[in-house]
């Protein structure tokens, strides 16, 4: 029976793809920075863990509780809405830190043990900005276009071990917590001489033509674990599948 490991899984896609992978009988360990065992439904397949991709000590405990994982599923994310001259560069680095190298060292973590088993697959999460970047996101865009380049010189490296390396590219989820969980207050972010462009680009969120469901965003992650293909991106939801086939 396979297992993954899926970071990130507290709530949004992470916990959806968790409770996905359940229901196709796979093992799943769900991590989360702080442990909620009252999200998911209590099963045998199941395992929740403490981890921040932040802390290499927390990402190799996590590793060591975890046992041999098959496909590793890098979804822990953090976002940031605002214009960028009025962003902090420690605000900017926050946002680095969890989805560019946070992704860069849960991978280079787990390569070890994919290669002693001459296979396993590394899904990284980003979004469907890097397909078509939009405003008031650029630090966000940045973060997620760094992973887009990562993951497809990676899996150029890796196929030579039986390593697939895979993209899911949602896009926007009105529902996902997106930048509450940086802890960054947007209304800081917006100042009085971006208002006025800002307001019409909030309002066009507040009632987006497509959009993307969670469930679509665990079905891609699935597609992308079990692909077998070259295929490097897995667009998800109407509207980055719309994207993808524009770009």
Known sequence: MNTVMITGSSSG?????????LAQGWNVIATMRKPNQEVLPASERLRII??????????????????PIDVLVNNAGIGVVGAFEATPMSHVRK??????FGVMAMTQAVLPMFRAQNSGVVVNVTSSVTLAPMPL??????????????????????????????????GYAPTTRFSQNSGI???????????????????????????????????????AANDTSGQLRFPAGPDAVALARAS
Do not use: C, M
């Not at 802390?55 to 046992?67: F, Q, R, T, V």
């Not at 946002?95 to 560019?100: H, K, L, P, S």
């Open 50 to 67: 403490a981890l921040d991709v932040t802390n290499e000590e927390s990402i190799a405990a996590a590793l060591e509780a975890s046992g």
């Open 185 to 223: 207050n947007i209304d800081d972010l917006i100042p009085e001489a971006y208002q006025a462009f800002a307001q019409p680009i909030f309002a066009a969120f507040a009632t987006p033509a497509l959009t993307t469901k969670e469930s679509d965003v665990a079905e891609a992650v699935w597609a």
């Open 137 to 170: 996101a650029a630090a966000y865009t940045a973060s997620k276009q760094a992973i887009e380049g990562f993951t497809g010189s990676l899996a150029h490296e890796l196929s030579e071990f039986n390593i697939r390396a895979k993209l899911v590219e949602p």
């Open 13 to 21: 896609y992470g916990l959806e793809t968790a409770r996905f992978f």
């Open 95 to 100: 946002v680095f830190e969890t989805n560019t």
